[in-house]
C-alpha cells in the first residue's frame, strides 16, 4: 500500500478548513498546511489536524506556494487538496481502494473535479478530469530495444474518483488581483493564463474588471508573437470591455477584427448588446440570433445559449412579434449547461 501526503495551501478558510480534512481523515500519513497569510482562526482549526503547519509568504504565484507545499512532502505520493473541497463516503472508499492497489509505476492519477459550476469563474462545465495524486519522487526509466531514450512522459492514470467543490464564495476578485499583479510585474502571460483570464472575465468579471484588463489585452493584439487564438480572446475582451466604457470606436474597431475572419458567439452578442440599448430591437436580434447559432463561443458558453435566447424572446416581445418571442421563450426554458 502507498502512502501519501495531503498538501494544502491555505488563507483565511476557517469556514470550510475542517470540513475538507474531516472527509481526508485516513487518507493520509502527514497533513502539511502551507498558510500564506491568515488573519482568521484558519491555523488554530490546521493545529487540530497536523503539526506541519508552514508559514509562506504571499508573492502573488500559487505555484511557488504548491511547490513549498509539495517541498515539505515525505511520503510516497502527494494528494493536492484545496480548503473549499470534500470527499463523501463513496469516493473515500474509492480512494482507499486506490491506495491499495496503486501500481508502482503510475506518476499521476487524476480525478473527477465535480461541482465547477458553483461560484465558478473560468469552467463552462461542471466536471473535468484533473491530476490531484502526484508521485513525489519520479523513477526515469530507458524505454525502446533500439535507440534507447528516457521515458519523458508521466504515467498516468484516470480513476473514477469524484472531488466535489464546495466553495463559500467567489473567489475571482482574488484571481484578477493576482492577474494584474503578475502583469505589473513584467511577467508575460502564458497562452494558457491568457485564455483563462479572458474566461474569467466573461464568466465573473464586472465592468471595472474589465477597464482594468484593457491595456493589457491591447498590448496581446499589438504582439507579433501571440497566437491566433490569443488573438481572438484579447479581440472579445476589447470589444466588450469598450463597449462597457462607451468606446464605441474602438468598440466597433475590435468588433470588425473578431468578425472578419471566423465571428464568435461573444462578440456577436457585443454587438447585438449595443443595438438592445438603442432599442433597435430588429438589428439586435440579428446578432443575437448569429450569437445562438450561427457562431461558437471561445470563452463562455452561455453566450451561444441562455443569453442570446433570452434577448431573442426580448426583442421579439419588444417588437410585438409573440409567436417569435414564445419560440425563443421555449428554447431558452430547455436550454441547460453541458455536464
Known sequence: MISISICLIVKNEEAVLARCLD???????????????????????????????????????????????FSKATKDYIYSADADEIIDKENYRKFMNIKKVLLNEVEIVQMKYTNQLVYGTTYNFNTEYRPKLFKRLRDFKWIEPIHETIRLEPVIYDSDIEIIHLPECNHSGRDFNTFLSVIKKGDRLSERLVSMYAKELFISGNSTDFKAALDYFKEVIEDAERSADEIKYALCVLAKGFRLNHDIHNFFKNCIKGVADKPCSEICYELGEYYYELNDFYEAAIWYYNAAFESEPYLNIHYKGDYPLKRLMQCYDALGNKEQAEIYRKALSEWSMPE
Open 23 to 69: 472527509s481526508l481523515k485516513g487518507i493520509g500519513e502527514e497533513i502539511i498546511i502551507v498558510d500564506t497569510g491568515s488573519t482568521d482562526n484558519t491555523k488554530k482549526i490546521a493545529e487540530k489536524y497536523t503539526d506541519k503547519i508552514f508559514d509562506f509568504k504571499w508573492i502573488d504565484d500559487f505555484s511557488a506556494a504548491r511547490n513549498f507545499a
